[in-house]
């Protein structure tokens, strides 16, 4: 399987907070089967200023510890992005780390506030498709405006954003309303991608392999092979997880 939004990375957010602990979710994404994984580390001004010097800084980090404990696991990375009124300038000056390409376009892993989708967000989304940019929503099933009601998706599902699925949401780590609207998303077959969003040993570990079962129960078992491993790998084929 390949994770596709992940806190791996030490010490620049508010996931792994050294190498010690980045190593140990490692440990963990590779006996829950996971061969690949994509570093998304926050960008949000403010909280996590991170740039594409931090991130390739952490990588090449880690990425160095990785290859002397010889684990079976590659990764790369790109970024997290909170939707701000900085997005536009830091993407019009190369500052946001792309996820990969979907249908000849670059792929960015945004995401809204937990409490509602601001206004202007399908706008922003028509801004990023004129400039060859396909957002891909992080988590929707956590979103309080989404949870209350669905539609509320509409216009970015016609404006042709992707929407990942947090794998611990679908399982109920995160409560039963996350749960919920997983389940009614999951039904609709909205998303693209299901990844662990994994910052965490104890509360937030990277588990895909259960949730991939509960897919497969709730829906089929070629949609729950195309959300962790058909599509995620065609998104990060552009990706580099070469070792360091
Ligand atoms: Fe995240």
């Not at 580390?41 to 880690?62: E, K, M, V």
């Not at 990942?164 to 997983?182: I, N, P």
């Amino acid at each position: 399987m390949i994770d596709l939004h992940c806190h791996i990375l030490p010490g620049i957010d508010d996931g792994a907070s050294d190498l010690t602990e980045s190593l140990a979710l490692l440990q963990l994404a590779v006996a829950d089967g996971i061969t690949r994984m994509v570093a998304t580390p926050h960008i949000n001004p403010g909280y996590f200023d991170n740039t594409q010097a931090s991130i390739h800084q952490a990588l090449t980090l880690l990425r160095t510890a990785l290859n002397e404990q010889k684990l079976a696991i590659s990764i790369a990375a790109a970024a997290e992005i909170r939707v701000t009124a900085d997005l536009m300038p830091a993407f019009e000056s190369g500052q946001l780390p792309i996820l990969g390409h979907w249908q000849q376009q670059q792929v960015l892993l945004l995401e809204f506030p937990h409490s509602h989708i601001p206004p202007g967000s399908d706008k922003l989304v028509k801004w990023l498709s004129q400039r060859g940019v396909i957002p891909m929503i992080a988590h929707p099933e956590r979103n309080r405006d989404v949870q209350n009601d669905p539609k509320i998706l509409a216009p970015l599902i016609r404006a042709g954003c992707l929407f990942q699925l947090t794998a611990s949401s679908l399982l109920g780590d995160l409560g039963s309303r996350h749960q919920d609207c997983a389940r009614v998303l999951l039904e609709q077959r909205l998303f693209t991608v299901m990844a662990t969003d994994s910052h965490n040993v104890l509360r937030r570990p990277p588990r895909l392999a259960t949730a991939r079962a509960e897919v497969s129960r709730l829906t089929d078992e070629s949609y729950a092979h195309a959300l962790v491993q058909g599509n995620p790998q065609v998104i990060s084929a552009s990706l580099d997880f070469s070792a360091a």
